[in-house]
């Protein structure tokens, strides 16, 4: 009963190293969603998926890329990592979109990141 | 840019007592979800409502979707440490990709 699995739970980077934070799903979803959450802020998106080999950007797309090979694979990447990236990043997925469906997102247990 | 504002933003209580949660919008959302977060974890869906003035009850938490579905309420009674988290709420917009737009959350904490 994994759901989303996102790696690593933990990762302190300094300015200017690059790194990918992993994130699976085996619920056979075709979205897939990447956001951001800081103190007092919620969750902002930062880009998503509607299915392998499409991706798009959300809300907060600066600094990240994303890719989608698979259906089950969407990794975030960070290139040249700022301060202003320390975050908790959650991963999330949904059969379809929130809008055409009501279903809910699937969310990973988050990946905390320092910047220092 | 449609935005959610949640009130209150920080919630401390008594076990037993009662609150209400509100989810304020200008824009009108297709339909909003209600998740809930606890510390370490990533947040859970609690609830859909989707047609307005709909009124949707789990447990000791009652959920109302505004008439005009520019707004969203979660009560809960008679609340129990168990309750404390995050509690957020998510409008969807209706668009061809239907993504959803997240509140800054309300944090509860139920003492015993």
């Known amino acids: 009963n994994a759901g989303v699995t996102q790696t690593p739970k933990f990762r302190i980077l300094k300015i200017g190293q690059s790194m990918t934070l992993q994130c699976t799903q085996d619920?056979?979803?075709?979205?897939m969603y990447w956001y951001r959450q800081d103190p007092g802020m919620g969750l902002k998106l930062i880009y998503y998926?509607?299915?392998?080999?499409?991706?798009d950007k959300g809300e907060v797309p600066n600094g990240y890329n994303v890719s989608r090979s698979t259906t089950e694979d969407f990794p975030l990447r960070l290139e040249l990592a700022a301060p202003s990236q320390t975050s908790v990043y959650f991963c999330?997925?949904?059969?379809?979109?929130?809008?055409?469906?009501?279903?809910?997102?699937?969310f990973g247990d988050g990946t905390r990141l320092s910047i220092l | 840019t449609q935005l959610l504002e949640q009130s209150p933003q920080f919630l401390s209580i008594q076990e037993g007592e009662n609150l209400t949660v509100y989810c304020n919008s200008s824009?009108?959302?297709?339909?909003l979800q209600w998740y809930r977060q606890e510390p370490g974890e990533g947040p859970v869906l609690l609830v859909t409502?989707?047609?307005?003035?709909e009124v949707k009850k789990l447990k000791r938490l009652t959920f109302q979707f505004g008439d005009a579905r520019k707004d969203s309420s979660l009560h809960i009674t008679a609340a129990q440490p168990g309750d404390t988290g995050l509690y957020l709420c998510?409008?969807?917009?209706?668009?061809?990709?239907?993504?959803?737009?997240f509140g800054k959350g309300t944090k509860l904490s139920v003492k015993p």
């Open positions: 998926s509607v299915g392998a080999g499409i991706t």
């Open positions: 824009s009108v959302f297709s339909s």
């Open positions: 999330a997925s949904s059969y379809r979109g929130a809008g055409k469906s009501n279903q809910p997102q699937h």
């Open positions: 998510a409008g969807a917009n209706g668009g061809s990709q239907g993504n959803l737009i």
């Open positions: 619920m056979n979803h075709n979205y």
């Open positions: 409502v989707v047609t307005g003035g």
